[in-house]
């Protein structure tokens, strides 16, 4: 048995950076998940800190734990309390607790992109090309 089969390879590279971002369950998804009102900002959304992008999806941290496969909308700033740069549903595939905070890693699958979403990702990862290779 070949060991190369085993293995789990990236379908994309992934590009590391720290943006803020804010993340609620999907209209679809809200029957079966639900946050406890105390931990919401406003209108259902709970912050987060995304860490990597790629063509693939999102790498998020947060401090509340969503179930796998649950499908969620997140919107990324440019800054803290600046504009909004992309606002996209995304399916979890990964949920990992980083340590005692609590505090959640999560993996995502972006779901459905739209045209004029996948070009503001190709925007973003290659802008993030640029200034990797440059350093």
Known sequence: MSVEKDLM?????????????????????????????????RDGWVPATLTDISPGGLGLITHVFIPRMSLVRVRIMRGEGERQVLDVKVRL???????????????????ELSDEQRSVVQAITAELDGVQKSA
Request: glycine share 2%; proline share 8%; aromatic share 8%.
């Open 9 to 41: 390879v990236r379908r994309h590279e992934r590009h590391e950076l720290v943006l803020p971002a804010i993340l609620s369950v999907a209209p679809e998804h809200q029957s079966l998940v639900r946050f406890n009102p105390s931990i919401c900002e």
């Open 93 to 111: 595939q990964r949920v990992c607790m980083t340590d005692r905070r609590p505090a959640y890693l999560l993996g995502t699958a972006f779901f």
